[in-house]
């Protein structure tokens, strides 16, 4: 990746197709389940609008002018206010190992504290081990089942983390 322009920045309506492709892509290379998971959420084609509420944004992560992966937070469906869920994480495998996923999931932590979030929580796949790594370096502990109500019935990996 050298001579490239990186850029993470919150999305924008043009960047809906995009990520779309890629959270759809990760789906299929890694041959995850479709049904109860991001991949048929109706959020998934207008990540844009669908993260225009308060306390939410969503960031994705530019390479020449191409989106290439992203990851955003909101409020934890059907849990107190202080809940926030990191979602919809995913990256082409153009970035994959280069540490932009440690970065975004970094700057999404962040985010949710200066909102005054005390708690994140985050949903997985078992299959996305480099995810979950990444997770539990930055202090993500297992949970036995889901927290709040995402509609994600087919992840199977359940983290939180207490924020300071």
Request: net charge negative; charged share 25%.
């Amino acid at each position: 990746m050298t001579n490239t322009t990186i850029e993470i920045r919150e999305i924008q309506p043009e960047d809906n197709a995009q990520i779309e492709a890629v959270i759809r892509g990760v789906f299929i290379e890694y041959d995850m389940p479709l049904v109860g998971t991001a991949y048929t959420d109706k959020e998934t084609p207008k990540m844009f609008e669908s993260y225009a509420g308060k306390n939410e944004v969503y960031y994705v992560v530019v390479v020449d002018g191409k989106v290439e992966g992203g990851g955003g937070l909101k409020p934890l469906n059907g849990m107190e206010s202080d809940v926030f869920e990191i979602q919809k994480m995913y990256f082409s495998n153009r970035l994959r190992g280069k540490g932009f996923g440690k970065k975004l999931f970094e700057k999404c932590l962040n985010k949710g504290q200066s909102l005054g979030f005390k708690k994140a929580y985050l949903e997985t796949i078992p299959t996305l081990k480099e995810a979950i790594h990444i997770y539990e370096s930055n202090g993500f502990t297992h949970l036995e089942g889901p927290l709040g109500d995402t509609g994600h019935f087919s992840c199977g990996v359940w983290m939180e983390k207490k924020l300071q």
